[in-house]
């Protein structure tokens, strides 16, 4: 299937979908289609190739991730939940991308406990309270030169202040919150 089709027929889906369950963890509470746009300038114009996303849910995000990256590039994606990754994994093989992605099934704390490789880029979208605990292990995963994006960084500014807080202060990244769909938070390691 075309990717441009999926991802129209993924965002009426998640609009029809978000308005009508109830339960929080059935919504599939996607980025909007202009961070989708934003994340994919960041991976061309930064020759991105290895991605870590954490938060798949039905793969919306990392559809565009995938998408973006050079043939000879990978994004891990993180999510919880086995009725999203199954969602997501039929959604990568509908756009034929499925030979760029791994979706593990951990949460983001026991993961990052046990990673050592280096990323280009991660892109945290999933439970928020969590980062601050996991805040050491995300900076260390970067590679100099690498980015950090995390989203909801205006529409839930103060449950994000905290980590970000962190990075500023670590000294080790040039930061700035863009006004792209929820708000943007985009570091830079330096080199
Ligand atoms: C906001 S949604 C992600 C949306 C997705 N990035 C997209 O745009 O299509 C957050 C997801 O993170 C998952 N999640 C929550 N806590 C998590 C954790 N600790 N580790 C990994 N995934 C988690 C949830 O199950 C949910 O599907």
């Not at 030169?145 to 905290?162: K, Q």
């Amino acid at each position: 299937m075309k990717l441009k089709e999926l991802l129209e027929e993924l965002e009426t889906l998640g609009k029809e979908n978000d308005a009508s369950v109830e339960q929080k963890d059935r919504k599939y509470l996607n980025i909007t289609r202009d961070t989708g746009e934003f994340l994919s300038v960041l991976i061309k114009a930064g020759a991105v190739r290895q991605v870590l996303e954490i938060g798949t849910s039905n793969g919306y995000s990392t559809l565009w991730i995938a998408s973006a990256l050079p043939e000879d590039g990978h994004v891990t994606t993180l999510e919880v939940s086995p009725f999203k990754i199954s969602q997501a994994k039929s959604n990568f093989k509908r756009a034929n991308l499925d030979h760029k992605i791994t979706v593990v099934q951990m949460g983001a704390v026991d993961y990052l406990g046990q990673a050592s490789r280096l990323f280009d880029l991660v892109f945290l979208d999933a439970d928020r309270a969590s980062y601050v605990q996991v805040a050491d292990q995300i900076v260390s995963l970067i590679r100099p030169g690498g980015i950090l994006v995390c989203d909801n960084a205006v529409s839930h500014a103060e449950e994000l202040r905290e980590f970000i807080d962190f990075v500023d202060s670590t000294g080790g990244f040039t930061t700035t919150t863009v006004p792209v769909g929820k708000g943007e938070f985009v570091a830079c390691k330096k080199t």
